[in-house]
């Protein structure tokens, strides 16, 4: 397999962004390799600087002097790259980036990066809009590391696409995804003792250190309890009345929780889709998680890693300017449910059911498909190929998850 920590994917998404001179914001999860992707694209700007807000040296620095990254030394006369870590830390951290970007006028290349999100505006005054774009950085994914996606284009124009070539490499690595995570410390050890030692450290750095010091959250002894009772919820609907009941707080209380849990990229939240969609709810959220090893039903712990898989192409797609692409979840009052809908600009463009076990598609999935007319993906842990199944005009197309996600582009 090649380098993992080389992360081509990230770095074209990051030449597309700089061809405008405008500042990234690269944010993603506590440990999931921003500082070294961020020295790595510093080595292909001949002037670089480098500044990480909880290094007190560097603090002491930019406070000193918040120009002073003007006072580089140059190698050559081309533009050079600020790199702020952590940057998110520092209280007004929006104003002095805004100061910095007008100040210099393109002049500099500037790199923010953060472990929450450094997209939402803070207070009103301090608004960056139109000065910078946004870089997710995600844990390893099966795309990612499969190194089998297809070009972007090819995919939008079907997304039904799928090759069984490498099984034996993919399939080893989707089990090695699931039972390690998407994480590169846990993943490059490449034991299970290692991932649980890394997990417990990360749940309570995440929540104790971060979380506590960038928010000032009361009750947090509570909220970890909150994110420790989340792997039993993955897979269905979120019931936050029951988890308010549970751990006797109130109900904007949780709400308020889980929001900062996706802030801080601990957890992400599906919106269910209901346009086109008979007696389908449209209140309501699916929960899963970043670290998905602590999902203990396998099921559910498949769907989880389809969600993250998704979600990272979803996200990337936005960044990378191919549309508006959202990801949802349909589920009726019925109780007819599929697990995944992509949506571009508020229209339906695919289908997807995570079903391990099932090698049929389900009712919900023919149903579904054929009201909205859209290609539809069935995705099952083991099996030695592919195959297609007619639907009313239409195909439903059944595929071990290892190799259809790998192929994402």
Known sequence: MPDMLDRPLYRHIWKELTREKRMVFMAGARRVGKTTLAEMIGQSYPNRVYVNWEIPED????????AFFEETERRDESAPLVMFDEINRQRGWRRYLKGACDRVEGRYQFLAAGSSR?????RRGDSLAGRY??????????AELGRANLKAEAFFSNPQQVSME????LKALWHALAEQSGFPEPFIAGRKTSYRRWSRAYAEQLIREDIRDLTGVKGIGEMETLY???????GRLLSVPALAQGLQVAYNTIRSWLAILQRFFAVLSLAPWSQGVPRAIREGQKIYLYDFPRVPDPEARFENMVALELYRAVSNWNETGYGRFSLHFIRTKDQQEVDFLLSDDGRPVLLVDARPQ????SAALLK????LRV?????VQAAEGYRRVANDGHSVLVAPACQYLAGLP
């Open 59 to 66: 603090r002491t620095r930019m406070i000193r002097n918040p």
């Open 368 to 371: 579904f498909q054929a009201a």
């Open 228 to 234: 420790h009772l989340l792997p039993a919820h993955v």
């Open 375 to 379: 290609p539809a993906v069935h995705l």
């Open 166 to 169: 490498r099984h034996s490499e």
């Open 133 to 142: 774009y946004l870089l997710h950085l995600w844990p390893f994914t099966q």
């Open 358 to 361: 099932e090698q049929q598609p």
């Open 118 to 122: 450094l997209d939402q505006p803070q």
